[in-house]
Nanobody, 121 residues
Framework: QVQLVESGGGLAQPGGSLRLSCAAS????????MGWYRQIPGKQRDLVAM???????GYADSVKGRFTISRDNAKNTVYLQMDSLKPEDTAVYYC???????????????RGQGTLVTVSS
């Protein structure tokens, strides 16, 4: 069993910052790409940012220059630093990881339970 646990969501004012964390735990052989999706109720889920195991990153155009993704491979943790927040960043944020569990050979995508980010004055 592999689990992802997110933390760090909450309320921020426009222009403010929040930092999300997501830690993977369980029987893990290897973690490849990690990243973050977000979803507004009633709308599709959108990829926000991703980071490979070697540190290459990618961002949605809507967050480039404002959000920074990073990871600590020793802690199996991915972070999302969100600066210059806008009301349209309000959503539930889900982390994900592409993982090979211990004793397995196939890669599977594991997702967290989601954390709500609200940007409002």
């Amino acid at each position: 069993q592999v689990q992802l646990v997110e933390s760090g969501g909450g309320l921020a004012q426009p222009g403010g910052s929040l930092r999300l964390s997501c830690a993977a735990s369980g029987s893990i052989h290897r973690i490849f790409t990690m990243g973050w999706y977000r979803q507004i109720p009633g709308k599709q889920r959108d990829l926000v940012a991703m980071i490979t195991s070697s540190g290459s990153t990618g961002y949605a155009d809507s967050v480039k220059g404002r959000f920074t993704i990073s990871r600590d491979n020793a802690k199996n943790t991915v972070y999302l630093q969100m600066d210059s927040l806008k009301p349209e960043d309000t959503a539930v944020y889900y982390c994900y990881a592409n993982v090979i569990p211990q004793g397995k050979v196939n890669t599977l995508e594991v997702r967290g339970q989601g954390t709500l980010v609200t940007v409002s004055s």
